[in-house]
């Protein structure tokens, strides 16, 4: 029986690096980095400096199947991740070996496809290349090759989002495939393939020689974000997250290229060790933008109505900032469409003329082109709303965001806040903060520790919103430093009555948040995909 403070375990399958810039080295300080214990299984032993690999001398199978049983009887693994295995034997133990370990529960596999290094020398002949394919793909959770490895593989160069297709085609069940050995001088872009998302992954490029280890530091950091129970989506975000802190950090060492260096606290201020962004579609993106204005958000309380009169009534108790939020019944058609848009026009019409009248803001919420065509200012969407829109309906948004109208986002996991941060939006609501009847939704509440990371981590003002039913929940959000709470139910029947206390408890000087953690809990069991 584990015992209750254990660390969550990574098991890396790789190479030694008697320069100590990657494979286990990389691995090692990825996982401490990361929180999590890691066993290193040696798969090769090599040679090499910062300047060039000068021998690799693969383990014997029977000494890597020794290490493997060993953790089986004492320290199964969450999560087994491959590096440079040297050769097909080995490749095929360790296939075998998730097998095994499978049959008595889950365990996750992260293959970090490592074909060639650097400098030049080759890992990987064709029978091992044939055992990535034939063998470890189709049982990987994850898989994180470079666009030449990518290529390696499959045989073939093609598009980036082709060939992370055909990856899955031959049975990862997510892939990452990295660009950092691209020439791109001003983005680091990353393709990621997976059940919860796809898209590019962008951070700007961090100018700098030393990047030794940088793959392995990814993979393992994906490692250890599974092995803390997040999708492979979140993973891949935190993972690239880490990896460019790593490459802050990166020291000379010798005459060739130097370490990477993952360390505790690198998920810092946004705007010094930004979040990556996550866009919709094929398209890469060509440069990182800054919001071109501030946020039109304000400060307080923020609250959500279903209708026009309940606008009015929080309006009455001095609510200055709204969001009207009318779901469209399902399946729809015909008249009963029609009549439906013809009252909610009406009701939105009201809550804008009252708004505007009071000098209040209202958000809408979803039917975005109707509001805009009603003269909404200011719009709310969420993740399944951005990722239904056209290519011609995202430009319309973007142009309305150019021209001034406000757009807020809703996320629930690191990878929808990229996904949110790449539109640059007036703010991004973090949620559920606690558990929530409002909406049916598979997310665990955020708390305030997710709280504050979303607050640290986002490029736009957070709101904190779900299962906020008393004031003084309120004042612990905006202590762990929400821009905007958001009320729902929390009001009761009549709002004038209990405004004053929701005020007070935003004004009253809240104690300081505990200290803000590196990485957020997982809010999405991987099983849920």
Known sequence: MPESNELPRVASVAGTDSGGGAGLAADQRAADAFGVHLCPVVAAVTAQNSRAVTHVEPMPPALLQAQLDALAADLPPRVL???????????????????????????????????????????????????????????????TPNQREASVLLGTEGGIPNQATTLRRLGAEAVLITGGDAADPQLALDWLDAPHAQGWLSLPRIATRHTHGTGCTLASAAAAALAHGFTNA????????????????????????????????????????????LHIGNEAPEAWS???????????????????????????????????????????????????????????????????????????????????????????????????????????????????IGLGLSSHSPWELARAAAWTPDYIACGPVWPTTTKDMPWRPQGLDNLAWWVVNSPAPVVAIGGVLTPEQAGAAKAAGAHSVCVVRGWGPEPSATMPAWLAALTAQAPAHAERPDWPHATLSPASA
């Not at 095929?92 to 290094?117: K, S, T, Y």
């Open 81 to 143: 991740k491959t590096g440079l295995l040297g050769s097909a034997a080995n490749a095929r133990i360790v296939a075998r070996w998730v097998d095994q370990q499978r049959r008595h529960g889950p365990l996750a596999l992260v293959v970090d496809p490592v074909l060639r290094a650097t400098t030049g020398a080759t890992f990987a002949d064709a029978e091992l290349l044939a055992v990535y394919r034939e063998e470890l793909l189709p049982r990987a959770t994850l898989v």
């Open 290 to 404: 800054a919001p071109a204005r501030s946020s039109i958000l304000r400060e307080g309380l923020y609250g959500i109505a279903d209708s026009a009169e309940r606008i009015a009534q929080l309006l009455g108790a001095g609510l200055r900032q709204l969001q009207l939020r009318i779901k469209r019944p399902p399946s729809l058609a015909g008249t009963e469409a029609e009549r439906w848009q013809s009252n909610y026009q009406r009701e939105l019409r009201q809550s804008l003329a009252a708004c505007d009248a009071a000098g209040a803001i209202l958000w809408v919420n979803d039917h975005w082109q109707l509001a805009l065509a009603t003269g909404a200012q200011a719009l709310h969407l969420g993740q399944e709303d951005l990722l239904a829109l056209s290519e011609p309906e995202r430009r319309q948004l973007r142009q309305a965001q150019a021209s001034g």
């Open 234 to 277: 979140d993973a891949a975000v935190l993972a690239k997250q880490l990896t460019a802190h790593a490459l802050r950090q990166a020291t000379p060492q010798g005459q060739g290229a130097g370490p990477v260096r993952a360390m505790h606290g690198w998920s810092g201020h946004s705007t010094k060790r930004p979040l990556p962004r």
